[in-house]
């Protein structure tokens, strides 16, 4: 199989040395498994020989660039094991570190690909595994909550155990998300909400007198939103988004938990987010 590396274009050296060199950052890039066919994926993983392969040219990239390791993207990766233990073992003879992207448990049908055993298994040759606890309602057109704070530990429950636990980043999201029943779910950066909800007020001050709706806390999800309008002033949809509020309450559970985080992304939110790291 031939593989081809897309993205190195975006590698720029003078930031990653800036990063560096203004505190103890380590620099571990994003590597997805793109654009594959079910053939493709089966032949794969099937052949160690394959994997063996891909293994080294990820390597040749990170030592190009002398990053300090990899974060791997590529679905559930209970299919991919061999590849994984592959690509661990020349990372760590240098030193290097690897962390694999889990998605979030959010179905039954999730717990078949993984569970409490693949993650201790994997646990042996991964670093860290960075869990995508976010988009837990980007398939409800009315909208909801980003990530449910009861589901978060529901998911830290059902996949690590106190021995590994320790090797798990729950994610957060700086990002909003806005619901509308005629289109799909849409994110927004924290500077876009912002510009809403300073226009909405306005809004509200000119037709309602100043009487304008406040934002709206979600006690059992522990997340914020508000009605999104139109320049008439007719609701149009819900947009739901982090505050300092439920992003403090997460950090606290995660604290209690005793696992790390993982922010998607950084620059999605806003500056003040990074007072309560």
């Known amino acids: 199989m031939k593989y081809d590396m897309d993205g190195e274009h975006d590698v720029d050296q ?20 793109r654009n594959w066919s079910g053939d493709d994926l089966r032949a794969f993983i099937a052949n160690k020989q394959e994997s063996q392969q891909l293994a080294l040219e ?31 073992t ?4 240098q030193g290097r570190q690897l962390i694999i992207v889990l998605p979030s448990i959010l179905v039954e049908e999730h717990k078949k690909y993984m569970n409490d055993e693949i993650f201790a298994s994997m646990a042996k040759y991964v670093d860290r595994f960075s869990l995508m606890t976010y988009d837990y309602s980007s398939h409800v057109l ?20 106190a021995e590994n636990r320790h090797q798990l980043l729950v994610g957060l999201n700086l990002y909003a998300t806005s619901y509308l029943q ?10 876009t909400v912002l510009e809403k909800l300073v226009e909405q007020q306005e809004l509200d001050d000119l037709v309602n007198e100043g009487n304008q709706e406040e934002l709206n ?15 008439d002033g007719i609701k149009q949809g819900t947009i739901w988004l982090p505050t300092l509020r439920s992003i403090r309450n997460r950090l606290r559970m995660a604290e209690d938990y005793g696992v790390g985080v ?16």
């Open 90 to 93: 020349v990372l760590h003879q």
């Open 262 to 277: 993982s922010l998607w992304e950084v620059g999605q939110g806003l500056d003040y987010f990074y007072d309560l790291f």
């Open 142 to 161: 009315n909208g909801g909550p980003a990530s449910p704070i009861e589901w978060m530990m529901d998911n830290i429950d059902y996949l690590t155990t």
């Open 182 to 191: 005629t289109r799909s779910p849409e994110p927004l950066v924290m500077k």
């Open 217 to 231: 806390w979600d006690k059992e999800s522990q997340e914020a939103w508000f009605v999104e309008k139109d320049e």
């Open 14 to 33: 003078n930031w990653i040395q800036q990063v560096r060199s203004d505190s103890n950052v380590k620099v571990l890039p994003r590597f997805q498994l």
């Open 58 to 88: 990820i390597d040749e990239q990170v030592k190009k660039y002398n990053f300090d390791g990899v974060v791997l993207e590529c679905g559930f990766p209970a299919f991919f094991q061999i590849f994984i233990k592959e690509l661990s």
